[in-house]
């Protein structure tokens, strides 16, 4: 079975981190591509990657606004959690009209709690946290222990509440019944900032 390999880039004027889940054999699975869609797939492509899939975390603009040039010029599908398709519909609540750029995404398929997902040999868990928007997700690689946290979890932190969807208490809870109940020593990639661990979130995070 190829190996399971992970890049990040940081896009846009918020630092939003992007991440490429790819095989040895180039197949890619690319995380929340907030910005620059177009030049993203290009330098993808020059590092010898083909993008099999588009996954998101939530629907906020800066993890949205590169969809539709990626998925365009690589003929993928996005995915994307159930729960959050009003989110990335609407440009008020997904906050795209606020910067002037209203954007709206239709995902392909729809994801549901605790689905096993495998695209193209990459394999991983939904997980839905919602909190930072009511349809907030993570998604759990198991045999690689590590976890795509979005804006659910932060280095130290965790995602803002006060935007539209947004509820501390459902956050609490995501983290409380979600996050800390995985293995102290899987690895979170979050949505900003830097890498973590679950352990270290737990001993000294505020809100864990």
């Known amino acids: 079975m190829a190996e399971v390999h992970i890049g990040r880039t940081v896009l846009g004027m918020g630092g939003t981190n992007c991440y490429f889940i790819y095989k040895d054999d180039g197949k890619t699975v690319v995380f929340d591509p907030g910005f620059e869609g177009k030049k993203l797939y290009d330098r993808l492509t020059e590092k010898g990657l083909s993008v099999s899939a588009i996954v998101l975390t939530h629907g906020h603009y800066d993890h949205i606004l590169g969809v539709k040039e990626l998925k365009e010029a690589a003929g993928c599908k996005v995915y994307a959690p159930e729960a959050e398709k009003q989110l990335l519909l609407d440009v008020y609540k997904n906050c795209s009209a606020d910067i002037g750029r209203p954007c709206a995404i239709e995902a392909d398929v729809f994801l549901k709690d605790g ?31 590590f976890l795509i946290a979005g804006d659910t979890l932060f280095y130290g932190s965790v995602g803002r509440t006060d935007l539209p969807t947004g509820n501390m208490g459902d956050l609490a809870q995501s983290l409380k019944k979600k996050l800390m109940v995985l293995p102290e020593d899987v690895v979170v990639y979050p949505g900003h900032g830097d890498e973590t661990t679950i352990g270290d979130e737990k001993q000294y995070n505020p809100f864990c």
């Open 115 to 145: 689905q096993e997902v495998e695209i193209d040999g990459i394999k991983f868990t939904v997980l839905l946290t919602p909190g930072h928007t009511a349809g907030s997700a993570c998604y759990y690689f198991e045999t690689e222990k």
